[in-house]
């Protein structure tokens, strides 16, 4: 997903109400209007595409994008579903994506112990190759990457996206999270290390349980964006049932047995999953960032 | 004062000796020099051999970066970047950060908060689907001659602005152009009503006092603080805005002709169709090279700016 690759920011938003509400003119509610029509404009190629997902290409012919199906249909659907094998693809991204936000955060978080906590000597180039491995295009690691996991027999294999998410996403994390920890409470350390806890178990007991919100928070993110991703997938998953998601819609594109409601059924399924994580989880989201105290 | 010293020596001697600390770099180190740092040094190295991919890589010197140098589609791909900077960049910042204030000040103050937190979260959705299945979605309205696009477009008798948006030269960049824009907008809105919060209202009634319209205001005040969130912001969506892949890949691969052509799948291209790694491995790296020449670019100048707003 490649491109549009969002980091989390300060996502949190609290917006009291004010203690006496003003008077609202008529430009107010023309400005809300315009608001309110924006968001409509947002959600116009969804609501396209859930009217005609549910229709026969003869109805969508007969009646034209914008009418409400004549009845439900599950044609498109059903086809979708079967020739991709949809619940495989589905497992696919979700052990995927598990995996790299476990891993990842793993990763991070020993990075971010020795570098935010422990301060260790050369900390700054570290922390400058982890922005770097960051900011680089994919592309510049295929080719390398592709001989790389041809010769040690992983190519082809949901490992081989794994352990290079695994590396990309903690790259941020690491970041991120030393930044964190470098104001970490020292106090909390020294009662720590007064109480006789050795550095692993003052990481588990002290530091992972202060630090839960962002952790969660990155935990999140590491997974959405490896759901969405695509350049590395697609170059390193081959065969059919190793593939996720978005590789099966995309997949079958320009396919013939994709008419016009197949097509929008398969784009509504491949993004039903990540919107509904965003319904679980936008609390989560949105809270998590200041919580953890990020900067 | 020398009993202070003292005592931040023993901590650092328990605490933050750097040492120990080392093991837990190991595998994190270890991981990023085998699937970032070698084969980063590999794709520099390949940029100067021809290879084909099945036999071993030939030293050819400057052979392939003289060849860049001449060629139209290389500086026509970079030509789009510019374009996918507007989509994903200039437009959806401006825009955003429009949607961000009226978000913030108008509709959270006197609609409700309830009312602008929900409004927000849907500019944010495009945001969280996956940007291959966006493009299709863009894709699929697009189409030449059933789309909803054109069928809307016939329905309201403009049957002479009907085309094939992907299949037309002119028209197939501002497609993949609706399609990052649909996806980006959300980013900023996000990112800065959560700045806006930073806005002290004390500020804005003061200066409503002494007669600053709205816009004064808006420039003097709001800009002055949420200005670290639109650097940040215009920085990752241009690195964003030069990885762009997926929509290209799903929608043109690249055409029709080389009019939508990007660094990214033109470096793919040569990878695994032409079969040309060297080439495509020299692409890749001047691309990496402009890359970490405008988040240097970027972070001067907002060290710079930060330093005058110190001395001021």
């Known amino acids: 997903m490649t491109a549009v690759q969002t980091r989390p920011q300060t996502t949190e938003i609290d917006i009291r109400p004010p203690a006496s509400r003003p008077r609202r003119t008529v430009f107010d509610w023309l400005l809300l209007a315009g608001a309110v029509l924006g968001a409509l404009i947002v959600l116009f190629p969804l609501i396209l595409l859930l009217l005609n997902s549910f229709k026969t290409p003869d109805d969508y012919n007969n009646g034209g994008p914008l009418q409400l199906p004549s009845h439900l249909s599950f044609h498109g659907l059903t086809t979708f579903w079967n020739r991709v094998d949809f619940p495989l693809k589905l497992w696919n991204s979700i052990f995927i994506s598990g995996m790299v936000a476990v891993l990842g955060v793993l990763v991070s978080l020993f990075n971010a112990y020795g570098l935010g906590i422990g301060r260790v000597r050369g900390r700054l180039p570290l922390l400058l190759v982890f922005l770097l491995a960051n900011m680089l295009p994919q592309e510049a690691l295929l080719y390398p990457l592709y001989n790389l996991f041809k010769s040690v027999g992983l190519y082809d294999t949901q490992w081989s996206v794994i352990i290079i998410f695994t590396v990309i996403q903690s790259a941020f994390g690491t970041y991120l999270l030393s930044s964190v920890y470098s104001s970490f409470p020292r106090e909390l350390l020294e009662a720590a290390a007064i109480d006789g806890a050795g550095r692993w178990r003052t990481l588990w007991r002290v530091v992972v349980p202060v630090s839960w919100q962002t952790l969660s928070v990155l935990l999140i993110f590491f997974f959405i964006w490896t759901w969405n991703e695509f350049l590395i997938p697609v170059t390193f998953l081959i065969s059919n049932d190793k593939q996720t998601v978005p590789l099966a819609v995309a997949s079958l594109q320009g396919d013939r047995l994709m008419d016009v409601t197949t097509t929008s059924a398969s784009a509504l399924l491949g993004l039903i999953p990540t919107l509904i994580f965003f319904l679980i989880f936008q609390r989560t989201l949105t809270r998590g960032v200041t919580a953890g105290a990020v900067k | ?312």
């Open chain 2, 1 to 312: 004062m020398p009993k202070l010293r003292s005592r931040s020596r023993s901590r650092s001697s328990t605490l933050a000796s750097g040492a120990g600390y080392w093991w837990y770099l190991v595998p994190g180190f270890v991981l990023v020099m085998a699937i970032i740092v070698v084969p980063l040094g590999q794709n520099i190295y390949y940029s100067f051999t021809f290879y084909r991919g099945i036999r071993p890589p030939e030293w050819v010197g400057l052979q392939n970066w003289q060849h860049l140098m001449h060629d139209d589609k290389f500086w026509q791909s970079f030509e789009n970047s510019i374009a996918m900077i507007i989509a994903m960049v200039v437009v959806p910042t401006l825009v955003g950060l429009l949607i961000a204030s009226v978000l913030f000040d108008l509709v959270g103050k006197k609609f409700g908060g309830k009312v602008a937190s929900f409004l927000r979260a849907t500019y944010y959705i495009p945001q969280i689907i996956p940007v291959v299945v966006a493009a299709i979605v863009v894709g699929w309205i697009a189409r030449p001659q059933d789309g909803a696009l054109n069928e809307m477009l016939g329905a309201v008798g403009l049957d002479g602005a009907q085309r094939n948006w992907l299949g037309d030269p002119t028209w197939a960049l501002p497609t993949i152009m609706a399609v990052l824009i649909w996806v980006q907008l959300g980013y900023p809105v996000v990112v800065f009503m959560a700045a806006l919060q930073r806005v002290d209202p004390e500020l804005y009634e003061a200066a409503e006092l002494d007669g600053a319209n709205w816009w004064n205001r808006f420039r003097a005040i709001t800009l002055a603080v949420i200005r670290p969130e639109i650097f940040v912001v215009t920085l990752t969506c241009t690195i964003a805005a030069l990885k762009v892949f997926a929509p290209v890949y799903a929608l043109t691969r690249g055409g029709p002709g080389t009019s939508t052509i990007v660094p990214s799948y033109y470096s793919y291209s040569e990878f695994f169709q032409s079969q040309q790694v060297g080439y495509g491995a020299t692409i890749s790296t001047a691309l990496t090279v402009v890359i970490i020449l405008v988040a240097t670019v970027f972070l001067i100048a907002q060290r710079r700016v930060e330093r005058q707003e110190e001395q001021r």
